[in-house]
């Protein structure tokens, strides 16, 4: 029996996607990739059986979803040896660079038959010894000699980020991002060049995300007045908010990992304005993206408008074959099979 394991996290919480006790609702709500390309993984026949582990303080009841005669396990351990009593996996994942995961792969080296590492941020590669087969990357520059480095192709959900026929523009840029992160999504940054850019004013410019007061105050501070603040949104109204505007922007630092909003954008057929500071496969820079700078930032937007229904049309393109959730899926399983 072909196992897989997802190691999804090292913090004790409940995601808000736990409260969904059935298959069809998971699927169409639960926007965390890993999970569902867990999923799919399943549905598609690659493993018989897969776990997705998490930590608990407290006991809480598994959580299990019959696909196709198979099981869909989600877990909670107090101590991470307890998988040690689980089937022995064929693939195990672990997500996030955690202290404790590096841990329990140095205790248990040949627990599974192939494990793998996808770090963040400064935990771009292990920090406390982890023992890996190999190590996810979702940024080319990242990679690392003399390290068993491969790309992560990571995309979002197709049941909630997709292209909306006819929707009608009412924004020339969706910029979607948490003022809880403002040391790595530049926002004062932005602001800044807006007041310095007079063009870049012309532009209408929704922002969606948390505390929109810090927006309002850095745009009373730079005297700007063409961003529109309207707070948190779900992701399905951020779907559609994209699928309004003519591009999206992301412009993360290196500090970020790779945010997942580059290819939730992309994904729902919008052209993204992206930062060359924002960690991103060159596979996605292909299609659909406008690599910009604080320089060229108005000059790459002028050029996009003056050729956007080609840029559109690209995206739109690419989102139905180039990115679409099976051709991303199985990019990584291949190249897992071939290690």
């Not at 004013?201 to 995300?209: A, V």
């Not at 009373?220 to 999206?248: A, C, M, W």
């Amino acid at each position: 029996m072909k196992t897989f394991f997802l190691f999804r996290s090292d913090l004790f919480s409940l995601e808000y996607y736990h409260q969904y006790k059935q298959l069809d609702e998971f699927k169409r709500k639960c926007h965390d990739y890993y999970l569902l390309f867990s999923l799919w993984l399943l549905e598609r026949d690659y493993f018989d059986q897969v776990y997705i582990i998490r930590l608990t303080k407290k006991p809480i009841p598994d959580i299990v979803f019959n696909v196709n005669g198979k099981l869909f396990i989600q877990t909670w351990v107090k101590n991470l040896n307890e998988v040690l009593k689980l089937p022995k996996p064929k693939i195990s994942f672990f997500r996030g660079g955690f202290r404790i995961y590096d841990e329990f792969v140095s205790r248990n080296p040949k627990f599974s038959d192939l494990t793998l590492y996808l770090g963040a941020g400064r935990r771009i590669l292990p920090q406390w010894g982890g023992k890996y087969d190999a190590f996810l990357m979702e940024d080319e520059r990242d990679f690392v000699k003399n390290k068993k480095c491969i790309p992560f192709y990571k995309t979002a959900s197709p049941e909630i980020f997709h292209p909306i026929k006819n929707s009608e523009v009412k924004w020339d840029i969706c910029w979607p991002c948490n003022f809880t992160q403002i040391k790595f999504k530049g926002q004062r940054e932005f602001i800044k060049m807006i007041s310095q850019r007079p063009k870049l004013r012309e532009f209408s410019i929704i922002h969606c995300g948390n505390k929109p007061e810090q927006g309002k105050k850095l745009c009373k501070q730079y005297k700007v007045d063409n961003i529109e603040f309207i707070g948190h949104v779900t992701r399905p109204e951020l779907n559609k908010i994209l699928n309004q505007s003519k591009f999206g922007l992301n412009l993360s630092n290196l500090q970020d990992g790779c945010p997942r909003v580059s290819t939730e954008i992309l994904m729902s057929g919008t052209p993204l304005l992206l930062s060359e500071t924002v960690r991103l496969l060159d596979y996605f820079r292909s299609t659909g993206v406008i690599n910009i700078t604080p320089l060229s930032i108005v000059s790459r937007l002028a050029k996009a408008l003056y050729r956007y229904n080609d840029v559109k049309n690209d995206i739109l393109n690419a989102v139905k074959n180039e990115f679409s959730f099976d051709i991303v899926n199985k990019k990584n399983i291949d190249l897992w099979n071939n290690l």
